[in-house]
């Protein structure tokens, strides 16, 4: 089994002064949700989810080695071409938690200029995308100081670091669909970092659609991290932590024979244990909006009348995911203009499909 260990770099075999990398990396979305962990970062229980394609981070990260050694970080952070000082915190505890697994960070100066495809605040997680993209380009820059280095440490090295900046982030590397966390009917997973799907997926999900309807964009007024947290001594967390594992089991099979009506039952039901969670926390919160719940509602009327098997997901927030086939897009974007977009803030949503993972630009 891969340990923390067998991230730490024996000595470097090239140098390297200056450069500048770019990647893009999507946002995903969950399935069997991760909610709670243990110490550094690992989850509480075993998640799954699709990949996006369209809701992504574009991030370059130019280097160059500093004239004068110093024992810290040397960073700008730059969102949308402009200094963004509130990030900078982020980035540092980032910093500290890989310093181990990649022990240039020091030498260098860095320019992290990062920019996202969807609207900002829209109350997406752009943690997911930001946290993987940054640690793409952080391995391209140890893969130009290592170039031994094989492919697929590469990827499983992102992964795991992308991990330690945001839970969620390494599942956001590759695609279409990735498993994090042990589990006992996926071979090769792991709690350091995500796993591509082992099997091959049935047909009914391939371009399966996610229609990201914008409900409320305003600042959570719980954070995922304390939401996390708050699974320590939560009354349910080890029977929730059990049915993930049971549930992954399900979906993988799902996922597996292209039955939908059953995928429906699991990804709804695991989007209302979430927020389940988040109600029955101490101190509880509600996350979901009136018309999170509006939206719900016309879902289920709308696939009770027509058969479509549509479903909605929920992430830690107001907004409503809404996953269909593809063969079905016509008529369920129909249904979301006509019904579902009156109940989104501004009229906005975001169409997204299953997506393949990370791309180098530069
Ligand atoms: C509700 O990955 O954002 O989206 O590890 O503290 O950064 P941290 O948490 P984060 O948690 C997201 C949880 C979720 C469910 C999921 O994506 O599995």
């Not at 000595?11 to 999507?26: M, V």
């Not at 004239?67 to 980035?91: Q, R, W, Y």
Request: charge should be negative.
């Amino acid at each position: 089994m891969i340990a923390e260990n067998d991230f730490i770099p024996s000595k470097y075999s090239t140098t390297i002064e200056k450069g500048t990398f770019k990647w893009s990396a999507p946002s995903n979305i969950a399935l069997v949700k991760y909610w709670g962990k243990k110490e550094n970062q690992v989850p509480a229980n075993p998640s799954i989810s699709f990949t996006l394609n369209n809701c992504k981070t574009i991030t370059e990260l130019s280097f160059e080695k500093k004239a004068n050694p110093s024992d810290d970080f040397s960073f700008d952070l730059l969102f949308e071409g402009k200094p963004k000082e509130d990030f900078k915190p982020k980035i540092q505890k980032f910093f500290e938690r890989v310093l181990v697994y990649l022990p240039f960070l020091k030498d260098y100066h860095f320019t992290i200029d990062t920019q996202n495809t969807f609207p900002h605040s829209s109350g997406i997680a752009s943690s997911a995308s930001g946290m993987s993209a940054l640690a793409m380009n952080l391995m391209s820059l140890e893969k130009a100081l290592h170039p031994e280095m094989t492919e697929h440490y590469f990827y499983q090295k992102a992964s795991f670091l992308a991990r330690l900046g945001s839970g969620s982030a390494c599942r956001s590397i590759r695609g279409n669909v990735v498993e994090w966390g042990n589990h006992a009917e996926i071979s090769g997973s792991s709690d350091l970092f995500g796993v591509i799907f082992p099997t091959k997926i049935h047909s009914n999900f391939q371009n399966y659609q996610d229609t990201i309807l914008l409900v409320d964009k305003g600042e959570k007024q719980v954070s995922s991290t304390v939401g996390h947290d708050l699974m320590h001594n939560h009354p349910f967390a080890e029977r929730r932590f059990e049915q993930a594992h049971e549930n992954l089991s399900k979906i993988k099979a799902i996922l597996e024979n292209g039955n939908l009506e059953e995928f429906i039952k699991i990804v709804e039901s695991e989007a209302l244990t979430l927020h389940a969670m988040m109600m029955t926390s101490m101190p509880y919160f509600i996350l979901m909006k009136p018309n999170t719940l509006e939206i719900i509602n016309k879902i289920w009327k709308f696939r009770n009348e027509t058969q479509i098997p549509i479903c909605f997901t929920l992430d830690a927030g107001a907004n409503v995911h809404v996953l269909y086939p593809e063969n079905v897009t016509e008529t369920v974007l129909q249904f979301i203009k006509d019904e579902l977009v009156v109940y989104c803030q501004n009229g906005q949503y975001i169409c997204d499909v299953i997506g393949n993972g990370v791309e180098q630009l530069k």
